[in-house]
Nanobody
Framework: QVQLVESGGGLVQAGGSLRLSCAAS????????MGWFRQASGKEREIVAS????????YYADSVKGRFTISRDNAKNTVYLQMNSLRPEGTAVYYC?????????????????WGQGTQVTVSS
């Protein structure tokens, strides 16, 4: 089992940047594919990006391609989400999740462990 804690959320103006971090404990992060999801108020949770166990493969939702970058440092047991050119529609709670699946799972049900989330608010 792995415990996940997100950090780095906050309030930012449209066009700005934030870097989210997800620190893992309990089991080595290299055992899991990792994903970042977000859930806006009144909407379903959706995939933002995912990364394979080694970091060689990544997946991005169309809405964030070219603006967000997912990365991982298995030695530090940490996954990151660099978010650039943020838009007001990106306002949501962002969640980190771990999956025992291979490669870059894009669906919420493919993930076994979840963090508590961090709020990102993008003002216009």
């Amino acid at each position: 089992q792995v415990q996940l804690v997100e950090s780095g959320g906050g309030l930012v103006q449209a066009g700005g940047s934030l870097r989210l971090s997800c620190a893992a404990s309990g089991r080595t992060l290299s055992s899991y594919a990792m994903g970042w999801f977000r859930q806006a108020s009144g909407k379903e949770r959706e995939i933002v990006a995912s990364i394979s166990r080694s970091g060689e493969s990544t997946y991005y939702a169309d809405s964030v391609k070219g603006r967000f970058t997912i990365s991982r440092d298995n030695a530090k047991n940490t996954v990151y989400l660099q978010m650039n050119s943020l838009r007001p529609e990106g306002t949501a709670v962002y969640y980190c999740a771990a999956s025992t699946k291979l490669r870059t799972p894009p669906r919420t049900y493919e993930y076994n462990f979840w963090g508590q989330g961090t709020q990102v608010t993008v003002s216009s």
